[in-house]
């Protein structure tokens, strides 16, 4: 089984759509196990999936804090395996079959979908050519990549590191140390919200500047909260 948890706030424009084509796009329903963790959502996020029949909780406390949704989630799931995916994140064709593939291969403990955008114009596109380039030679995914990893390992690991930005980053450098992550094709097909509601530039600085600190050992906590504005404003 694979559990899915997906941390959630104020996502009602997204989170259906996400649940119905994970659902619809799986090779196994019946393997799946999905867990939205609603972080306090203002709007109609809990009320726009109650006739799907997943499992939600609702923990106000965890605004700001993705990567206490995370294992929270984990905590609650019984999947030999655990996927976190975005509120806004479609998955491709069979992607529950590719996982299981990948990871009968020797020493691998997890992994990431290749990235890319819905719609992507010129911009998006060369920002996805320089994601990619980035996370082959550091083996370090993003949120919006959908990473999964077996949940013994995790487990050993402690969880997601308490990071509130770039938590599966963080992850990643961690499970680099028990053994192999990969990548599976074909890509998924995430949100261009942020570069939408913010501007293309001032977002692509703004993520840069992250990594720089990332890569330097430095924090990004004080990214956080600008980071997450639109949706604490909603």
Known sequence: M????????????????T?????????????????IVDAGSRDDTLESIKDLGVT?????????KKFESLNYGVSKSHGELVMFLDADTLLPEHFDALI???????????????????RPDWKLSLVTILNRIRY??????????????????LDEIGGVPEE??????YLCKALRKRGKLTIIRPALKTSPRR?????FFNVAWFDLNMLIRFNLG?????????????????
């Open 100 to 118: 299981e593939s990948k990871m009968k291969q020797n020493k691998v403990v997890g992994g990431a979908f290749e990235f890319a955008f819905e």
């Open 164 to 169: 509130p930005l770039m938590e599966t980053a």
């Open 195 to 199: 570069f939408k509601t913010y501007g």
């Open 2 to 17: 694979i559990s899915i948890i997906i941390p959630t706030l104020n996502e009602e424009e997204y989170l259906r759509k």
């Open 218 to 234: 430095l924090s990004v906590s004080s990214y956080a909260k600008k980071y997450w504005g639109k949706n604490l404003k909603t």
């Open 56 to 64: 939600t909780f609702t923990k106000p406390e965890f605004a700001l």
């Open 136 to 153: 082959r030679f550091g083996k370090v995914f993003y949120g919006d990549q959908a990473v999964f990893v077996k949940k013994e390992v």
């Open 19 to 35: 649940i119905l084509h994970t659902i619809n796009k799986s090779f196994n329903r019946d393997e799946l196990e999905l867990i």
